[in-house]
């Protein structure tokens, strides 16, 4: 069945903003939004304390039951949110009057995590909050774990954007985020068996407080259909798009305050919804079945996260959800634009720009192309102008099975008028290729973005880059390596739109929120200013040589670790010491990321153990945690793995004092703020040149973690701020794995290492896996392996050394402590901060 724009009623025509309203329409909404003073609502109370805003919540009853723990947190997010309502209105307010340039964050990610803590940091309102709820005898803490993570996020590419969204507002930059409400977030993960299991994540079952519904926004994105072409009396072409069946976008916005600074910035996020002139019309028609399932159709948009973040998987439900997101998010942009602006797009690319998170948000270009020349009557060549004016992509992996490429047919069936402008982009693209290297057929058919090669294709970062301002990767070596490999022809062509953008995270939540005990410290010896200016934690470089201070910073650590050692017990049942090394690893499981070689080497100290090896071994514990895409067997094998050894190892008498091992179920952003603060060796052994940046290597280098890695991402700048004597160093550079690659032979390593040697025969003895023979024969196959692409059997021996350096550094409490400041102090330059103010002057010039 069909849904025809033209049959929408008139009541849900109403709620949209449509580039056919009439000018009177858009001069009441100009004046609403534009006139004269700024006016508050009548009854806004956000200028009560939040004490009183609270009482007020629940005595009217907002909340449900004051006995009750849940009932209180949602009365109190209800409050704080009130709280900010007036400065998050007098935010929009102020940067449409200024005419300032407007960002948007274009993002199918938004992995947020809990919310009440942080923003209660961010008001400046926690003292005040934990008084008011210890009226109703709970305490804060306890109030705080009763909020569900917003897990909108498989990982790195996803914290990331909830990371740019707080220092945007933090650094008073009009940002808006814009991604889907997805019903269901990132899975749960148990264990069971030692087997992960995926549940469904429920996340909005208590409901949401925090977010407001923005119906005056509603949008309807189009699907399915055909294309039209008229002619005018001019002789110039008119496409449309008919018989589409379209669906409403649904607005609800969520507040990002900033640090105590009054700016209150948006995330947006839309939810589908189907149209509401449907059903009648079918059921009069008796196909009431056809019309319900018709809605459903509609409404599986945004019911779930795909959770995978390494693999493109195809899926037509997930280039829905991208273009649905596309869709709304720039008719919503446009919308605003015409009511401040009229239809005169001149200065349109002057003051918008859109940062698209990897390729997820690409569809944006033709989506912008159909808008601006469909919708407003550009012609062409103003419309690309535009578009690619204000287009700049993000790439965050090298991985070539991560690389979107869409099937045409795709496209030609559910989004038929967008095919023909990418068609048209390509023709005049390829027109400027064939002109660059005349003659040169092969770097036609090589950067065409249709890929002809097999069945037709659509290759969405060339259509990224091809659109794109600016093309940026994610971290120093990670840049290099688009320029010289992936995307090396285009840097050719146009050497000036790549730059480098090395991440960062918020110090916010990720010093401050997370790890209190230091954050007190730090205030006490630097003043308030270094969560503002991370930067000035070099001053901690003032007091390696206090003893006093070594101990104060000791003591933190062991507190951290004390509560960690909480969470490990009740979730793994495993004890841990804090007197005992924390060696962590925690990120999503992929075969890069090398949790195998920690598993071989937990393996090994597990050997040394049972011979009876053990003078001079410092106690460890090792914690894995992280997720596996659900269709990924390896990865999930991996877990599988990690949890048999786990259960051997701390199952074993003679481990007890020197080796514990557990893998944490169900990793995701809460778990990371207990465990970066309690962390001594933060392990990021990915196979170098694989790991675009990474950003919890930042997370524990902030927290005092030292760092065990390869020269990959980030890492290279942790370690080029912290010094190499700061640093365990290990394993073949980016270049070597490549310069190994084609004559690999893992079994010349094994044979070399008897440590290695000894790994592998007692994991292939079956010892790990009694009960279920043979389980782990792919892993085995895959390290003997000589097209192993991520070389583990090659770094273990130097893997191995630098384990025993920091076993030896460990055994020197002082210098420890000295090292682990140094990594702190060091750590001023991967605040998020830093990262935004880059994109600020560099990308965005706001
Ligand atoms: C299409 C499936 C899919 C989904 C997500 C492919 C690829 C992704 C992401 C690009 C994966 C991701 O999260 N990349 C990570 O981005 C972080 C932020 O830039 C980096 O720090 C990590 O190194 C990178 O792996």
């Not at 003073?37 to 007020?56: G, I």
């Not at 102020?94 to 961010?122: C, H, P, W």
């Not at 480098?500 to 916010?508: H, S, W, Y």
């Not at 003032?542 to 910073?553: I, M």
């Amino acid at each position: 069945m069909t849904v025809h724009h033209n049959d929408l009623n008139n009541e849900s025509m109403n709620s949209m903003t449509s580039p056919a309203r009439s000018k009177q329409e858009d001069k009441s909404v100009n004046e609403q939004s534009l006139g004269g003073e700024f006016v508050d609502y009548p009854h806004c109370n956000s200028c009560d304390p939040l004490t009183a805003t609270f009482q007020r919540v629940v005595i009217n009853g907002l909340s449900r039951d004051e006995n009750n723990p849940y009932d209180l947190f949602h009365a109190l997010a209800l409050s704080v949110k009130e709280q900010m309502m007036h400065d998050w209105r007098r935010t929009r307010f102020e940067d449409i009057q200024a005419q300032r340039k407007q960002v948007a964050y274009l993002s199918l990610e938004f992995l947020m995590g809990r919310a009440l803590g942080n923003t209660l940091l961010n008001l400046g309102l926690t003292e005040e909050a934990e008084q008011v709820v210890q009226q109703y005898r709970v305490d804060l803490a306890q109030l705080e774990t009763l909020e569900h993570d917003a897990g909108l996020g498989n990982g790195g590419l996803g914290r990331l954007a909830a990371c740019f969204l707080d220092s945007c507002a933090c650094m008073d930059l009009p940002v808006t985020g814009y991604g889907i409400r997805y019903e269901y977030g990132m899975f749960t993960q148990k264990i069971v068996n030692g087997y992960q299991v995926e549940q469904a994540d429920r996340w909005l079952k208590g409901g949401h407080p925090w977010d407001v519904i923005a119906p005056n926004h509603n949008v309807l994105v189009p699907f399915y259909g055909r294309c039209e072409v008229h002619v005018d009396h001019e002789g110039r072409q008119h496409h449309t798009w008919v018989d589409t069946q379209d669906v409403i976008a649904v607005a609800y916005d969520v507040p990002v305050p900033g640090y105590r600074n009054n700016r209150v910035n948006t995330l947006r996020l839309w939810k589908a919804q189907a149209t509401e002139g449907f059903d009648l019309e079918e059921f009069n028609q008796g196909d009431y079945t056809e019309a319900v399932a018709y809605k459903n159709l509609a409404e599986q948009i945004t019911m779930v996260l795909y959770p995978n973040d390494s693999s493109e998987n195809g899926k037509e439900l997930r280039l829905r959800q991208q273009y649905f997101l596309s869709s709304a998010s720039l008719q919503d942009i446009l919308n605003t634009w015409v009511k401040n602006h009229g239809r005169d797009f001149t200065d349109f690319s002057r003051l918008n720009v859109m940062q698209l998170n990897d390729t997820h948000p690409a569809i944006a270009v033709p989506e912008l192309m159909r808008l601006l020349m469909d919708h407003y009557a550009l012609g062409w060549n103003e419309a690309w102008k535009i578009t690619s004016g204000c287009m700049a992509y993000t790439n965050h992996t090298l991985l070539p099975e991560a690389l979107e490429c869409w099937p045409v047919r795709m496209f030609e069936l559910i989004l038929p008028r967008i095919l023909e402008i990418v068609y048209e982009i390509n023709a005049r693209y390829l027109n400027l290729v064939a002109h660059h290297w005349p003659g040169d057929s092969d770097k036609l058919t090589q950067m065409s973005i249709i890929d002809n090669t097999g069945e037709p294709t659509i290759r969405m970062a060339y259509l990224a880059i091809v659109a794109s301002f600016s093309v940026n990767g994610v971290a120093g070596l990670h840049t290099q390596l688009l320029k010289s490999g992936l995307f090396q022809q285009f840097y050719a062509l146009w050497p000036d739109k790549f730059n480098n953008k090395t991440n960062g995270v918020t110090p916010r939540r990720w010093l401050a929120f997370s790890n209190p005990r230091l954050a007190r410290l730090l205030d006490q010896k630097l003043g308030e200013q270094w969560i503002e200016d991370l930067t000035l934690l070099q001053g901690l470089k003032d007091f390696l040589n206090e003893d006093a201070f070594l101990q104060e910073w000791r003591e933190i650590k062991k507190q951290n670790k004390v509560d960690l050692v909480t969470l490990i017990k009740k979730e793994c049942s495993v004890d841990f010491d804090p007197e005992m090394l924390f060696d962590v690893q925690v990120k999503r499981i992929h075969e890069y990321k090398r949790q195998l070689l920690n598993i071989l080497h937990v393996i090994h100290l597990y050997q040394k153990v049972l011979k009876g090896n053990v003078d001079n071994m410092v106690p460890r514990c090792v914690l894995i945690a992280g997720k596996a895409a659900p269709g990924y067997a390896m990865a999930k094998l991996i877990v599988k793995l990690a949890n048999n050894v786990a259960e051997m190892v701390n199952s074993e008498p003679l481990m007890q004092p020197y080796l514990r091992f557990a893998f944490l179920p169900n990793y995701n952003v809460t778990a990371m703020e207990k465990i970066c603060p309690a962390t001594d060796l933060s392990e990021q052994i990915s196979t170098a040149g694989k790991e675009a940046s990474g950003t919890g290597n930042m997370k524990f280098m902030m927290n005092g973690a030292l760092t065990i890695g390869t020269l990959d991402g980030a890492n290279i700048e942790i370690l080029e701020a912290v010094g190499d004597d700061a640093f365990f160093l290990f394993g073949m550079n980016a270049e070597e794995v490549d310069h190994l690659r084609p004559h690999y032979q893992p079994q010349q390593f094994i044979e070399s290492s008897s440590e290695l040697f000894d790994v592998l025969t007692l994991l292939k003895s079956g010892h790990f896996n009694l009960l279920e023979p043979g389980i782990f024969d792919p892993i085995i196959y895959a390290i003997e392996s000589s097209d192993e692409p991520w070389m583990t059997a090659a770094d273990f021996e130097s893997f191995r050394c630098a384990q025993q350096a920091v076993a030896q550094t460990y055994l020197d409490k002082k210098r420890w402590a000295q090292l682990s400041i140094r990594n702190t102090a060091s750590s001023g330059g991967f605040s998020s901060d830093a990262t935004i103010a880059a994109y600020r002057d560099d990308i965005w010039h706001v």
